[in-house]
């Protein structure tokens, strides 16, 4: 269940990942649709994905967050199952880098509607606000073309290119590094 509001959008809210989040979170671990693209090549069964889970909650050098829809009567402590629904997972890795890494992930059935738009630009706008960091980066496979239009749209500048990086979803695809410096984020809002 999500736990604490911490960034709120037009439509969706930030919110802390709780332990008991880990069955909802194992969906990209296991759904082909979610799995590949990320290039998840291992699925997780539910207490991998509480192992995995248990580390990301105590790592401090991250920030780690569920994409809810909020109804209209949702608290901003921890709400009920009914006040919520969550659609996807982001985090930001390394927090107190010089450049953090954003990562993230929705719903098959939530893509499509601008929630990643509105997302990246919360997430952007909380880790400039938050932290001390010269600039972020995210990192995509060749193949999640959508990832790389939502970069190009915020003003990502690809920085680099690992020609057949990784074996995803029975090909060798390249991994693309997106980066936005601090200054051009401050120009661009």
Known sequence: ??????????????????????????LAHANPELRYPLGISMHRNRHQMEEVLEGHIENQNNANFLVCLDHDDAESGYPSADEVTPIGAVDVVNVNATRPELQGWFLPEHHNQGYAKECLELLIDYVFRTF??????????DHNVPIQRLAEIFGFTEEGRKREAEFVDGEYRDEIQYGLLRREWEEES
């Open 132 to 141: 001390n960091s010269h600039g972020v980066y995210m990192e995509t496979y």
């Open 1 to 26: 269940m999500p736990g604490q509001l911490v960034e709120n959008g037009e439509r969706i809210s930030l919110r802390t990942v709780e332990r008991e989040d880990a069955e909802f979170l194992q």
